[in-house]
């Protein structure tokens, strides 16, 4: 009789997957609510960690493709977007193949199986994934073996629930046959319905209920309920607000306001440092050890503040995984002088609250003071997601020399390779010098005699070196000509061009380059973003 008949592994397949999605949304309104971990994206990360570079720059080039061709507005977060829905199908398919081997061994065992057989799957998947998670995760906040019972205690529900759906359903007629029409009961495939119509509404409902009451603050002072405070653009002026030349319609803002500004975070989600349970310990080869609360970094040190843009080295040419904005902090210079280091040259090394890490050169630090600890982006602390508590910055470098959520500086003899650097990305990382077109406005021509002007414009960057040179070239056969320079908000800014082109109708490709404040001109030679920055002129095709 085909009552009889097991349910097979590929019922236990769609079993487990169906459970998994429930339990993620458990685990997701956990997380939102009391803080819990978050275990796939922990999984996501581990794996990324330990996964040789090339195939996270192989996943990484694979996402940031699909968001150029699906025309996604902003790279750095559809990025992120991407990797959280892969965490999740990764849990997925851990479910799916679970519940199939399960199903597959289930099925000499005498009905009802016992309970028992479901709750060692779910520790022996429960156990290793908190054991991860309290190892690597550093943005729950929850108390770490709070996080850690509870990621076993939701595994071991999905693994009872297994074994519950699997007695219900060894126990059932199978999909093809009616129950007999007195008994008040189900087919298999209407049980299998009802189970996907109720895991559907856990998930929706813990999806829904997460993102409700959840909402991760953006700042500490947020996170305590403090009214949002006025930002430093709100109430001053850009310093170069009468500069001569005006951006082109069109052209990004000059300051990047913090909300706007591109992330780039190795992690899932950032750590979440607590004001109250951090210092700055500067410690190693020194004759006077420090260490720092952030009030004491604030009011011991005179407060510098520099507009700088920030570029990763990952920024295709014309990207927007680039951003300025005004920093305050300290000069790292003020710190080294204060600690006595006891050796000549050697390093900095940098600790975060992530797994990042890097190294500055100490007579880098001691030559330059714009290399700075920084603690505010526009006046205010910086967000969670931008580093906050401390981060650095260094001139000249990509963001992947820079490290956010800082914890320690060693002085150390002995250098040691950056976190990017061991996956094999460029160990100077210097920026690129790359000029970008962000508009053709046709739509706010200028009437010059008889000549009708099209305003072209964008920014060009090469770091603190400067730009001293932009040009623009319509069409193949065109020639240079140089465009207008706008004064920069400072030296370590992008600067923004402006080239108003006298009009022809019909399609048009735009060429910009640059020349950097040493003279040296931007390469034509194109390169990928790997290993040293991308490389090339930025052009624009538009139909006039
Ligand atoms: N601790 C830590 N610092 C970090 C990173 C990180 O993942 N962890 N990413 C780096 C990279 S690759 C870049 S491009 C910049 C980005 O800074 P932003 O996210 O504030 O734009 O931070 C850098 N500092
Ligand atoms: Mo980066």
């Known amino acids: 009789m085909t009552q009889n008949e097991r349910p097979n592994w590929l019922t236990g397949a769609g ?91 289930l ?60 007695n219900r359903l060894a126990a059932l007629p199978a999909a093809d046959e009616l ?23 856990i998930t929706v ?32 002026p850009l310093p170069n607000a009468s500069a001569a030349v005006a951006p082109a319609p069109g052209t990004r803002a000059e300051l990047t306001p913090v909300s706007r500004h591109y992330r780039i975070d190795i992690n899932s989600l950032p750590p979440v440092v607590r004001e109250e349970d951090w210092t700055l310990s500067v410690f190693g080869q020194v004759e006077n050890p420090l260490e720092l609360t952030l009030a004491e970094l604030r009011a011991n040190y005179e407060p510098v503040d520099q507009f700088i843009t920030l570029s990763c080295i990952s920024n295709p040419i014309g990207g927007d995984l680039i951003g300025t904005q005004r920093w305050t902090g300290v000069p790292l210079k003020r710190l080294i002088e204060q600690v006595k280091p006891t050796i000549n040259g050697g390093y900095v090394r ?20 714009r290399i700075m600890l920084a603690y505010d982006w526009d006046g205010l602390p910086l967000t969670i997601g931008h580093g906050f508590p401390l981060r650095i910055y260094i001139p000249d470098l990509y963001g992947m020399k820079q490290p956010k959520w800082i914890v320690s500086l060693e002085i150390h003899e002995e250098y040691e390779e950056g976190y990017w650097v061991r996956r094999n990305w460029d160990e100077a990382a210097l920026v690129r010098s790359t000029a970008v077109i962000d508009t053709v406005a046709a739509d706010s021509s200028i009437q010059q005699g008889e000549q009708r002007l099209v ?27 140089p465009a207008q320079l706008r004064t920069p908000l400072s030296d370590t800014t992008w600067v923004i061009w402006r080239y108003d082109w006298p009009f022809t109708p019909g399609q048009h490709t735009f060429y910009v380059r640059c020349v950097d404040g040493n003279g040296v001109a931007q390469t034509e030679r194109v390169s990928d973003t790997f290993p040293s920055g991308a490389t090339g002129y930025h052009s624009r095709r538009q139909n006039l």
């Not at 057989?117 to 729950?140: D, E, R, Y």
Request: glycine share 10%; no cysteine.
């Open 205 to 236: 409902v813990g999806a829904g209920v997460g993102a409700l009451l959840g909402n991760a603050p953006e700042s500490q002072a947020a996170a305590e309920g403090e009214a949002a405070p006025l930002a430093w653009s709100d109430s001053n």
């Open 455 to 481: 305003p072209v414009g964008g920014i060009a960057y090469a770091g603190a070196r400067g730009i001293s040179r932009v040009e623009v070239k319509v069409d193949e056969g065109g020639d240079w000509q």
């Open 107 to 166: 099925r000499r065992q005498a009905v009802p199986v016992p309970r028992w057989p479901g709750l060692v799957l779910g520790a022996l998947l429960g156990l290793p994934l908190a054991t991860l998670s309290a190892a690597i995760n550093t943005a729950a906040t929850a108390l770490p073996l709070l996080g850690a019972a509870w990621i076993v205690a939701v595994f071991l529900a999905w693994g009872a629930a297994l074994v519950v759906v699997y």
């Open 350 to 369: 940098i600790r975060t609250a992530d797994s990042f890490h890097e190294v500055v050169p100490l007579n880098h630090v001691l030559n330059d003071e």
């Open 15 to 105: 079993v487990g997957a169906l459970l998994m999605a429930a339990l993620l949304a458990v685990l997701y309104a956990a997380a939102q609510i009391i803080g819990t971990p978050f275990a796939p994206f922990d999984l996501f990360d581990g794996l990324a960690r330990v996964l040789p570079g090339s195939v996270i720059r192989f996943g990484i080039d694979a996402i940031v493709s699909i968001i150029a061709a699906l025309n996604l507005e902003d790279t750095s977060r559809s990025a992120k977007t991407a990797e959280h829905i892969l965490a999740l199908l990764q849990f997925m398919v851990i479910g799916a193949a679970a519940g199939a081997v399960f199903f597959a061994a």
């Open 179 to 201: 129950p007999p029409a007195s008994a008040h009961t189900l087919n298999r495939r209407q049980f299998l319905v009802r189970l996907g119509g109720a895991t559907a509404t």
